[in-house]
C-alpha cells in the first residue's frame, strides 16, 4: 500500500513537501514516482526516484523547482517543491514500480497512493 500526504493550500511562490509512505511488501518496490491531475486535464507524469536513490528523473514543468529524495529506513519518498505557481494546483498521486522507468507511462506502475491535493493561490 502507498499512502501520500502533505498536500495543502499554499500562496505562489511557497514551498510543500509531499510524503509517499510504503507499507506491506515494500521487497518488490523498486522505483516511486509521482504524477498530478489538474481538474479537467489527463494525468501527468511529475517526477520518479529509484528505491535505492540513484536516480531521479523531473519532468522539465518542475525540474529546478522540485527535489525527489526516499528514506529507506521510513520506506517513504519525498518530493519537495518550491516557487510553486498556480499551474501546479492538482492531486499528487504516488505510484510505486518493479522496475525503473523515466518514461512516464502510468503502466510502469502497479500500486498507486490515493492522492493528496495541493492548491496554490495566485
Known amino acids: 500500500q502507498l499512502q501520500a500526504s502533505g498536500g495543502g493550500l499554499v500562496q505562489a511562490g511557497g514551498s510543500l513537501t509531499l510524503s509517499c509512505t510504503a507499507s506491506g511488501r515494500t521487497r518488490s518496490v523498486y522505483a516511486v514516482g509521482w504524477f498530478r491531475q489538474a481538474p479537467g486535464k489527463e494525468r501527468e507524469f511529475v517526477s520518479v526516484?529509484?528505491?535505492?536513490?540513484?536516480?531521479?528523473y523531473y519532468v522539465d514543468s518542475v525540474k529546478g523547482r522540485s527535489t525527489i529524495s526516499v528514506d529507506n529506513a521510513k520506506n517513504t519518498v519525498y518530493l519537495q517543491m518550491n516557487s510553486l505557481k498556480p499551474d501546479d494546483t492538482a492531486v499528487y498521486y504516488c505510484?510505486?514500480?518493479?522496475?525503473?522507468?523515466?518514461?512516464?507511462?502510468?503502466?510502469?506502475?502497479?500500486?498507486w497512493g490515493q492522492g493528496t491535493l495541493v492548491t496554490v493561490s495566485s
Open positions: 526516484i529509484k528505491w535505492d536513490g540513484r536516480r531521479t
Open positions: 505510484a510505486a514500480g518493479t522496475y525503473y522507468s523515466s518514461s512516464g507511462a502510468p503502466s510502469d506502475y502497479h500500486y
